[in-house]
């Protein structure tokens, strides 16, 4: 009887694991790889920088005299895709998004030459003086997200920000694939984007509009096109954290 016992027991852990073990699918590749635009070896960057708020305007007078030159130079295997400043959201904060044409080594060749460069040397170092903190983060596209392209203005710009949950990326992808179509109408998105390096498991939609009165009839409109709901249902267990930035782009901008 014991050894029947032990053997039933046995059997019942062993069945109890089972309902907790996940089955993993043979067919691996990086996230980075399912999720990202093969067409293209583009990596982004993406920089916040919360700034005192007695310098945000020589901050901008700045960045506005400087940053136009590196995304002009050549030389530079980089372009910058935006600039602005947060309206509705954190405060004296600043936002810069560029792009590498050519991936990490792009990346490393751009930093090796402003690290020669004096100008830029010494932009840095009266920049800093001006900050309060910085973060960046290293981001791939989607696939199925619109190209960030140069575009007029006037726009206000809405940066949505997303923690996902551990694990939850490719699940995202797969729901997002499907709704993005539902927000193509008004040419509002602007770029999607997925963390490498810094902050991981984070999404960065961004979207443009006229003002904050046409992005709340666009977003509720959304709410009365079939199939949206259940996306937004399913998407919504998957996120830990979400932000929204309001946005007014610099002068210098290209995304205006």
Not at 170 to 197: K, T
């Amino acid at each position: 009887r014991g050894l029947g016992s032990s053997a039933r027991r046995a059997r019942e852990d062993s069945w109890l694991k089972s309902l907790f073990v996940r089955k993993v699918d043979p067919r691996k590749d990086a996230h980075s790889n399912l999720l990202a635009k093969r067409e293209t070896s583009s990596l982004y960057k993406l920089q916040f920088h919360n700034v005192k708020p007695e310098c945000l305007e020589a901050y901008n007078k700045l960045c506005q005299e400087v940053l136009p030159k590196i995304h002009e130079e050549k030389h530079y295997p980089c372009a910058l895709v935006g600039t602005w400043n947060t309206w509705y959201g954190e405060q004296d904060q600043a936002v810069h998004l560029w792009r590498y044409e050519g991936g990490y080594p792009a990346l490393n060749e751009v930093m090796s030459k402003l690290r020669q460069n004096k100008e830029f040397t010494e932009f840095r170092k009266e920049r800093g003086n001006m900050l309060l903190s910085r973060k960046n983060q290293l981001l791939l596209e989607f696939s199925f997200w619109n190209e960030p392209v140069p575009r007029d203005g006037p726009n206000i710009y809405e940066l949505r920000s997303y923690q996902l949950r551990p694990g939850t990326m490719i699940e995202w992808g797969n729901y997002w694939a499907r709704a993005i179509r539902f927000r193509q109408d008004n040419n509002e998105a602007v770029g999607g984007f997925f963390s490498q390096i810094g902050q991981l498991y984070m999404v960065h939609h961004l979207w443009a509009y006229k003002d904050l009165q046409t992005r709340e009839d666009i977003r509720n409109a959304a709410w009365h096109k079939p199939g949206w709901d259940e996306l937004v249902y399913y998407t919504v267990p998957l996120i830990q954290e979400m932000e929204s930035r309001i946005m007014i782009p610099l002068k210098i901008s290209p995304l205006q």
